[in-house]
């Protein structure tokens, strides 16, 4: 069974940095391309970034270039998203996704002073 | 980027009757490929999304029959044949022709 656990999550200062997690299981990580997706409260979602199954392509939305860094570990089945300069917009929770099927539970991201 | 929009952004249905939703795209989702990157999730309450229909018309595994997608180029229809109860929530289409991936705006469905 697929699975898709995403931890990190929490309130942090405007400006502030944040590094979520996804921990992968169920198939193998390392052939699949991986993505994050967010979802403002109360509103729709929005793709965020993708990675390439060997991490040598990364794409991100605009909002978040520059800010944001999508990696990972195969060895370890592992996603993440370094989330940097947070601002009040950012406030989500965010999906780990491996498109376009599977999507884990997300983890709620809140930037606020 | 490719906007999607999706009408209606609500839908009150008598249980046991129809529902359809329209999505339409600023490009066309047909791929050189022969395919076409258009998917369709439900977002129940509370939950993440879950894949419906995807390349336009496919059932996901586990989908009941109700649910069906149909369209092409620019303008795609999922329809529910008789809405019951789980049918409930927030309904999104999704293109991944080209980067960035964009949705829908959502149609909430409700039971009348």
């Known amino acids: 069974e697929v699975q898709l656990v995403e931890s990190g999550g929490g309130l942090v200062q405007p400006g502030g940095s944040l590094r979520l997690s996804c921990a992968a299981s169920?198939?193998?990580?390392?052939?699949?391309?991986m993505s994050w997706v967010r979802q403002a409260p109360g509103k729709g979602l929005e793709w965020v970034a993708n990675?390439?199954?060997?991490?040598?392509?990364?794409y991100y939305v605009d909002s978040v270039k520059g800010r944001f860094t999508i990696s990972r570990d195969n060895a370890k089945n592992s996603l993440y998203l370094q989330m940097n300069s947070l601002r009040v917009e950012d406030t989500a929770v965010y999906y780990c996704?491996?498109?376009?099927?599977?999507w884990g539970q997300g983890t709620l991201v809140t930037v606020s002073s | 980027e490719i906007v999607m929009t999706q009408t209606p952004l609500s839908l009150s249905v008598t249980p046991g009757q129809p529902a359809s939703i329209s999505c339409k795209s600023s490009?066309?989702?047909?791929?050189?490929?022969?395919?076409?990157?258009l998917y369709w999730y439900l977002q129940k309450p509370g939950q993440s999304p879950q894949l419906l229909i995807y390349?336009?018309?496919n059932r996901f595994s586990g989908v009941p029959d109700r649910f069906s997608g149909s369209g092409s180029g620019t303008d795609f229809t999922l329809k529910i044949s008789r809405v019951e109860a789980e049918a409930v929530g927030v309904y999104y289409c999704?293109?991944?022709?080209?980067?960035?991936?964009?949705f829908g705006q959502g149609t909430r469905l409700e039971i009348k």
């Open positions: 169920g198939f193998t990580f390392s052939s699949y391309w």
């Open positions: 999704m293109q991944s022709i080209q980067l960035p991936i964009t």
């Open positions: 990675i390439k199954e060997d991490g040598s392509e990364k």
């Open positions: 490009q066309s989702l047909l791929h050189s490929d022969g395919k076409t990157y």
């Open positions: 390349e336009g018309s």
């Open positions: 996704a491996r498109p376009v099927v599977y």
